[in-house]
């Protein structure tokens, strides 16, 4: 028998006070060349440089739904690789957005940027990474342990004990672990297997390894080896991808959360690109991924809902229950690539990712678990998840920050 739904209100923040957005970083740099020109006191242009020189703090947003009490969840929850990078992950944009791909300036004079440890997110990750290993933890699957990846470059900006784990997790990921047919690197370390989630561990780590490297060809590498997933993942007769091929988990089913993981996956290898110094420019690459991901979403809207306004599990069987972690991390996607090009992602992504935004708050629970969702081992569980899916739970986090950026860039509204 399914648990009852959660519709708790008092899981709803407060809305912010601040209802203006904060000054962009561009602007205040601005404002402190008027000041120069128009000879100011020394005291008011050396308060504008350090305002201009301080992170950006972006204004919270009321989305529906206790952000700190879904985060906190996937913390306790999280017991495997891609649980606690995909967690990471999450917290970075939630409490260190400046540092995250996401935003202003990501790189500054086009390198990783300088993070204090401390950070919750590095904190948090930080125990669960292997600094002596081949890769960052031990796992039969290739690309897992990537996920912590660029938790572990930014840990190395303050011990390059981290680095050197990095160096090792790429090596085993470009040149030892298998490759498909056609060349696409293998998420399984035994066979030859491709699973859409991979498109969320391996790459947006290889994309940010290419920034830490200083190497244009290993970021056209990244975007080339997406493109090799979708040559196999994707068939003609649907936009979204099949979730494994391969011989020992086939699975040729539109998975929501795998095409959320492969969507989510390719928005941060192009905000990588786009904001690297060394990588801008590549334009034909830019707009691969812009439309891979457009596909994705195009296929995940035409797919509908079911009662509980949620997308079902499968995308493609209107058998499967509406589940929350695909919802979550599609919306999450389509919020992004709102903000990364509004010609291209309209109006009516914005629209389909706030009715999903608005379902999803009312699953909700007192305990800040958002329910049901798909069984986060076996997706191919007919019984809905209510223990909480530690990859949903940090799901509804990058949802929230991809809304909270979007409102702040002044596209969405709050």
């Known amino acids: ?16 006070p601040r209802s203006r957005r904060p000054p962009s970083f561009r602007y205040r740099l601005s404002r402190l060349y008027d ?13 504008a440089l350090c305002a201009a020189s301080s992170p950006i703090v972006l204004a919270d947003v009321n989305a529906g739904f206790n952000v700190r009490s879904a985060a906190d969840v996937a913390v306790s929850h999280a017991s495997h690789s ?16 400046d540092l995250s791909v996401f935003g202003d300036e990501p790189f500054p004079n086009g390198q990783i940027p300088h993070a204090d440890p ?14 002596d290993g081949q890769t960052l933890t031990e796992d039969k699957a290739v690309g897992d342990p990537a996920s912590m990846g660029v938790s572990a470059l930014l840990l190395g900006t303050s011990d390059s004990v981290y680095n050197a784990a990095a160096d090792r997790q790429a090596d085993y990921i470009l040149h030892k672990a298998p490759k498909f047919s056609n060349g696409a690197i293998s998420q399984r ?85 786009q904001k690297w110094s060394g990588s801008r420019t590549l334009l034909d690459e830019q707009g691969k991924l812009k439309t891979w991901i457009k596909e994705i979403l195009d296929g995940a809207m035409l797919s509908g809902r079911e009662d509980l306004g949620l997308l079902r599990n499968y995308l493609n069987d209107a ?14 996607v389509a919020y992004r690539m709102a903000v990364n090009d509004p010609a291209m992602f309209p109006q009516k992504y914005i629209d389909w990712a706030d009715q999903n ?11 800040g678990v958002v329910v049901p969702a798909v069984n986060p081992l076996a997706w191919k569980d007919r019984n809905k998840y209510y223990g909480g899916s530690p990859e949903g739970q940090a799901f509804m986090v990058n949802l929230y920050t991809a809304y909270r950026d979007c409102v702040n860039k002044g596209i969405c509204h709050n």
């Not at 997110?121 to 125990?127: D, T």
């Open 357 to 367: 935004r608005r379902a999803l708050g009312h699953q909700q629970g007192g305990d």
């Open 319 to 332: 058998g499967w229950f509406g589940e929350v972690s695909g919802t979550a991390l599609l919306s999450a």
């Open 189 to 273: 370390a035994d066979v030859k297997e491709l699973w859409a989630d991979n498109m969320a561990m391996s790459f947006p780590f290889l994309a940010y390894y290419a920034v830490y490297k200083n190497d244009r060809n290993a970021m056209k590498e990244v975007v080339r080896q997406c493109g090799l997933y979708r040559d196999i993942l994707k068939i003609d007769k649907f936009l979204n991808w099949r979730h494994i091929i391969g011989p020992q988990s086939q699975d040729e089913g539109l998975w929501s959360t795998g095409n959320g993981w492969a969507g989510y996956g390719m928005v941060r290898v192009l905000y990588t690109l």
């Open 1 to 16: 028998m399914d648990a009852p739904k959660y519709k708790w209100q008092t899981a709803h923040p407060v809305a912010s």
């Open 35 to 47: 000041m120069l020109n128009q000879r100011h006191t020394a005291a008011a242009i050396v308060a």
């Open 82 to 97: 891609w649980e606690w990078g995909t967690t990471a992950q999450a917290l970075l944009e939630l409490d260190n957005n």
């Open 118 to 131: 401390n950070i919750r997110a590095l904190a948090y990750v930080k125990p669960h990474i292997r600094r």
